[in-house]
């Protein structure tokens, strides 16, 4: 089974700064992709960016990347210039792909970022 | 358009009632997924399908029934055993395969409350 944990239950940053979001997952696949959402307080759930475990580059889309560790089994999101508009829950998620696995897609407890003018 | 409908938007259930809430994709995944998530809470899940007419129960399966007779379609029933079904209920699908960007799509989600 998998485990997604997100350890900060709430965030506030500056208007056009970065502000990084912790995440650290816990699986025995070896093969797994990793992913983040954001939901703002209409509850829609926005898919932002995604990792594969085995891509060598670190994520990128636009102001969002991803600080992926796979040693230390982290994939931070990190939101440069942040905007009013960032404001919103952030999920962490991951998807098990090795064939056999139960292929759930499992999501952490969330974020809570606040954007201050 | 391609996409994922959830309906109804809002639903109110007597106690002891069973209700259905709808799901249905065109976006020719295969697997999808239901969600629960409580105020200020993270998604648990409650069904998954990987193909037609099989699926598997995920971590508070307890006092809900899932069907998948049809690609399309994922329908959730929750039944008078579940005993706080108060929540918003999140429907989503996703490509099969892996070692590549499946992202999950998501419908705009159903709010339950009993009454």
């Known amino acids: 089974a998998q485990k997604i944990t997100q350890t900060q239950p709430g965030m506030f940053v500056q208007e056009k700064e970065a502000v990084t979001l912790d995440c650290t997952y816990d699986?025995?696949?070896?093969?797994?992709?990793l992913f983040w959402y954001k939901q703002p307080s209409s509850g829609e759930m926005i898919f932002l960016i995604y990792?594969?475990?085995?891509?060598?580059q670190n994520a990128t889309e636009g102001r969002y990347s991803l600080n992926f560790q796979k040693a230390r089994k982290s994939a931070n999101l990190v939101i440069s210039a942040s905007q009013l508009g960032d404001s919103a829950m952030y999920f962490c998620?991951?998807?098990?792909?090795?064939?056999?696995?139960?292929?759930?897609?499992?999501f952490g407890s969330g974020t809570q970022l606040t954007v201050l003018p | 358009d391609g996409g994922i409908t959830q309906s109804p938007k809002y639903l109110f259930r007597k106690e002891g009632q069973n209700v259905t809430l709808s799901c249905e994709q065109n976006?020719?995944?295969?697997?999808m997924y239901w969600y629960r998530q409580d105020p200020g809470q993270g998604l648990r899940l409650i069904y998954y399908?990987?193909?037609?007419?099989?699926?598997q129960k995920g971590d508070i399966a307890e006092g809900y029934s899932v069907s998948r007779e049809k690609k399309e379609s994922f329908p959730l029933t929750v039944t008078s055993a579940q005993k706080n079904p108060t929540a918003f209920y999140l429907c989503?699908?996703?490509?099969?395969?892996?070692?590549?960007?499946?992202?999950?799509?998501f419908g705009q989600g159903t709010r339950l409350t009993v009454v």
């Open positions: 399908s990987q193909i037609v007419n099989d699926f």
């Open positions: 989503a699908s996703s490509p099969s395969g892996g070692n590549r960007n499946t992202e999950a799509f």
């Open positions: 699986t025995s696949d070896p093969s797994y992709g």
């Open positions: 998620a991951m998807r098990p792909f090795s064939s056999g696995s139960a292929r759930q897609l499992t």
């Open positions: 976006l020719n995944h295969d697997a």
């Open positions: 990792q594969g475990s085995y891509d060598q």
